[in-house]
C-alpha cells in the first residue's frame, strides 16, 4: 500500500487527466476527484491491516 501511494505522486503531478471529474469543489483551485477516493480505499486497507495485526 505504501508503494501505491508513493507512486502516486509522480504520475498526479504528471497528468492530471488520471484524477478524474471533480466531485466536491473546495475553492477555486482545490477539489475532490475520483483518484482521491483511491486514497481513501488505501488508508482503509491499512486501519484494516493494522487492526488486523
Do not use: C, F, I, Y
Not at 504520475?11 to 483551485?29: A, C, F, I, T, Y
Amino acid at each position: 500500500m505504501t508503494a501505491a501511494a508513493v507512486a502516486w505522486v509522480p504520475l498526479n503531478n504528471l497528468d492530471k487527466r488520471v484524477e478524474g471529474p471533480k466531485l466536491l469543489v473546495l475553492s477555486q483551485n482545490h477539489a475532490v476527484t475520483t483518484a482521491d477516493l483511491l486514497s481513501v480505499a488505501l488508508v482503509l486497507g491499512a486501519v484494516a491491516v493494522v487492526r488486523g495485526s
